[in-house]
């Protein structure tokens, strides 16, 4: 979203100002969707807490103790990639599909932004997904998500316990 400030006193306008996407507007949405401490046997994602999965990150001794400030900053460091995107909305949905799907999510948003599917974030992708109208992309993108989910369940029926809730994540 470009914010042009006024005309400067000698009729000149200056330069707009562009701003781009804030991590910490965006981290609350996740750590609402992937709540707290789970070990659930039947998850694919195994234990985990704030979403951060032992599996992922194995040096974390004792993933039950690991803190919201802890989780927010590997949040920060491995998973945001969506400071450049302008809208704020669309930062937050991809960030919080990433943490969900990785990759896949990208390659969601690279096929509705009509670039190369390569799973990659990059300038290309970016530069794509700024150029479309928000809601016009979170509408495609948030249809998209449900597919994906309700296509994991048609192939593996015993993730349709988690369906419902990943339903609920998609159209947010």
């Known amino acids: ?3 042009a ?44 807490n704030f979403g951060i999965s032992k599996r992922s990150y194995p040096d974390i001794v004792d993933i039950k103790s690991l803190t919201v400030e802890e989780a927010t900053a590997i949040y920060l460091r491995d998973f945001w990639l969506f400071g450049g995107i302008i809208d704020q909305g669309v930062a937050n ?14 390659k969601i948003a690279q096929r509705i932004a009509g670039v190369a599917v390569d799973g990659s974030y990059g300038p290309q992708t970016e ?38 809730g990943w339903l609920r994540r998609a159209s947010q």
Do not use: C, W
Request: glycine content about 8%; overall charge negative.
């Open 1 to 3: 979203m470009e914010n």
């Open 127 to 164: 530069a794509a997904i700024n150029a479309m109208d928000p809601g016009f992309f979170l509408g495609k993108f948030r249809a998209a998500l449900a597919s994906y989910y309700q296509a994991i369940v048609a192939n593996n029926p015993a993730e349709e316990k988690f369906l419902a």
């Open 5 to 48: 400030t006024p005309p400067t006193p000698k009729g000149r306008v200056s330069v707009a100002k562009i701003t781009m996407s804030d991590f910490y507007l965006a981290i609350p949405g996740v750590l609402r969707n992937e709540g707290g401490y789970v070990n659930d046997p039947t998850d694919p994602g195994g234990e985990t």
């Open 93 to 106: 949905k991809m960030l919080d599909s990433y943490v969900n799907m990785r990759h896949t999510a990208i």
